[in-house]
């Protein structure tokens, strides 16, 4: 009976991580169970690059030291000069966390189970197969629970006629006018004729792929794109809640990703968010690290209280953008904001219905 040092639950990015960052320089053997065929899976993660993003600097498709957020009345840019706005693809980083001296053995397979034996885990696979590691790194994450809010979106990447796209500048959130929903339009120009452009909802209910599909032929048409080949595409859901699972009580398993907490729940954002989270675990002695801070968590509980009670269009996000300068947004997408940031944020916000949540969160 083998005893792998460390078994991965999904190889997604956080997965993945743990494959590179906890084990990659090492030559123990581990093994990893993923139920997908994750070769057939592309997309790309945007962050801003912060101190803990640079050592990934080499694999970033593309970096933006500008981006615009606004309607079709307003248009706010914002720049940045040392901290740009980066995309890793899957692709990249699946190759770059393979890529180790330690021993990885893969099993396409779907876990259904995993016990405490002794000081080992038993691991069982849906084929009824059974598996012993010490140590367990679980990534498997609820992304829709009754009631709560979520970000899901359509993207399609093109290819246009020469010279349409500002390759310089990205289109972080373009909000169009719907009945009770908020929508907007994310463009990543990567050159002056190809583009990922995705329609994003924030809604208790994901919609049929023909929804998003119109509103970014209305997006294109609005800016005269009507001939473009597409090339792939793109879909998702992110969970706008906290996970329940964040901490194990057992000191040998560790939940990683989204899983463990590493979503931002406010914006979706979680990839940089799981990268830091496995770098913090790989210099602690506990199973859990707190990625997001208590302030930023409790802003964000209270921002995402305001959006499920309120009809938000988006201008309260564009009052944010307009009253924050580009590092200064930056630093509150990414954590990072000092108190000046923090207030204000806390300003541009609307008043009443914000003191209204404060009260009512626990
Ligand atoms: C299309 C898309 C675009 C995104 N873009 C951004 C972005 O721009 N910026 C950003 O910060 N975040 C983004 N996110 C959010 C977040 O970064 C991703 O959701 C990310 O994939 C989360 O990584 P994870 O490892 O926590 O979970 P997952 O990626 O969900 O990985 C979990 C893995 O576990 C596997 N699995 C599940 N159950 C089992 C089982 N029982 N047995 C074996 N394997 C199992 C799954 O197949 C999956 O591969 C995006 C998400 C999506 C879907």
Same mark, same amino acid.
């Given at each position: 009976?083998?005893?792998?040092?460390? %078994?991965?639950?999904?190889?997604?990015?956080?997965?993945?991580?743990?494959?590179? #960052?906890?084990?990659?320089? &090492?030559?123990?053997?581990?093994? !990893?169970?993923?139920?997908?065929?994750?070769?057939?899976?592309?997309?790309?993660?945007?962050?801003?690059?912060?101190?803990?993003?640079?050592?990934?600097?080499?694999? *970033?498709?593309?970096?933006?030291?500008?981006?615009?957020?606004?309607?079709?009345?307003?248009? *706010?840019?914002?720049?940045?000069?040392?901290?740009?706005?980066?995309?890793?693809?899957?692709?990249?980083?699946?190759?770059?966390?393979?890529?180790?001296?330690?021993?990885?053995?893969?099993?396409?397979?779907?876990? +259904?189970?995993?016990?405490?034996?002794?000081?080992?885990?038993? =691991?069982?696979? !849906?084929?009824?197969?059974?598996?012993?590691?010490?140590?367990?790194?679980?990534?498997?994450?609820?992304?829709?629970?009754?009631?709560?809010?979520?970000?899901?979106?359509?993207?399609?990447?093109?290819?246009? %006629?020469?010279?349409?796209?500002?390759?310089?500048?990205?289109?972080?959130?373009?909000?169009?006018?719907?009945?009770?929903?908020?929508?907007?339009?994310?463009?990543?120009?990567?050159?002056?004729?190809? !583009?990922?452009?995705?329609?994003?909802?924030?809604?208790?209910?994901?919609?049929?792929?023909?929804?998003?599909?119109?509103? =970014?032929?209305?997006?294109? @048409?609005?800016?005269?794109?009507?001939?473009?080949?597409?090339?792939?595409?793109? *879909?998702? *859901?992110?969970?706008?809640?906290? !996970?329940?699972?964040?901490?194990?009580?057992?000191?040998?398993?560790?939940?990683?990703?989204?899983?463990?907490? %590493?979503?931002?729940?406010?914006?979706?954002?979680?990839?940089?968010?799981?990268?830091?989270?496995?770098?913090?675990?790989?210099? &602690?002695?506990?199973?859990? +690290?707190? #990625?997001?801070?208590?302030?930023?968590?409790?802003?964000?509980?209270?921002?995402?209280?305001?959006?499920?009670?309120?009809?938000?269009?988006?201008?309260?996000?564009?009052?944010? %953008?307009?009253?924050?300068? @580009?590092?200064?947004?930056? &630093?509150?997408?990414?954590?990072?904001?000092?108190?000046?940031?923090?207030?204000?944020?806390?300003?541009?916000?609307?008043?009443?219905?914000?003191?209204?949540?404060?009260?009512?969160?626990?």
């Amino acid at each position: 009976m083998k005893i792998y040092k460390a %078994a991965i639950i999904g190889l997604g990015p956080s997965g993945l991580a743990v494959n590179k #960052i906890l084990y990659g320089d &090492s030559s123990i053997e581990i093994i !990893a169970f993923e139920n997908e065929d994750i070769n057939n899976r592309d997309n790309f993660f945007g962050f801003w690059l912060t101190e803990w993003m640079k050592p990934f600097e080499n694999i *970033i498709e593309k970096k933006w030291h500008k981006w615009s957020i606004g309607d079709k009345n307003i248009n *706010i840019t914002h720049s940045s000069g040392e901290k740009p706005y980066c995309v890793i693809s899957f692709k990249k980083w699946k190759n770059y966390c393979l890529k180790t001296k330690n021993k990885l053995k893969i099993k396409n397979k779907k876990v +259904v189970n995993y016990l405490p034996v002794k000081n080992y885990f038993k =691991i069982i696979t !849906a084929d009824n197969n059974e598996y012993y590691a010490e140590k367990i790194y679980d990534s498997r994450s609820i992304k829709e629970k009754k009631d709560e809010l979520l970000q899901h979106f359509f993207g399609i990447n093109i290819t246009v %006629a020469d010279n349409t796209f500002d390759e310089n500048k990205l289109t972080l959130m373009h909000f169009t006018k719907e009945k009770n929903l908020l929508h907007f339009i994310y463009v990543l120009p990567f050159s002056h004729n190809k !583009a990922l452009v995705e329609s994003t909802v924030f809604s208790k209910k994901v919609l049929k792929k023909n929804w998003y599909r119109e509103k =970014i032929n209305d997006y294109l @048409g609005e800016k005269n794109i009507s001939d473009y080949k597409e090339n792939s595409t793109e *879909i998702g *859901i992110i969970p706008m809640f906290f !996970a329940e699972e964040k901490n194990s009580p057992r000191s040998n398993i560790f939940n990683i990703g989204i899983r463990g907490g %590493a979503c931002k729940p406010s914006t979706g954002y979680a990839f940089s968010f799981l990268i830091k989270q496995i770098q913090l675990l790989k210099n &602690s002695k506990k199973n859990y +690290v707190n #990625i997001h801070k208590f302030l930023e968590r409790k802003m964000d509980k209270i921002f995402i209280n305001f959006l499920k009670n309120n009809n938000e269009d988006g201008q309260s996000f564009i009052k944010l %953008a307009s009253n924050l300068n @580009g590092n200064e947004f930056q &630093s509150f997408m990414m954590g990072e904001s000092n108190f000046l940031t923090k207030l204000k944020i806390i300003k541009s916000m609307p008043k009443l219905p914000f003191i209204k949540e404060l009260f009512k969160i626990r």
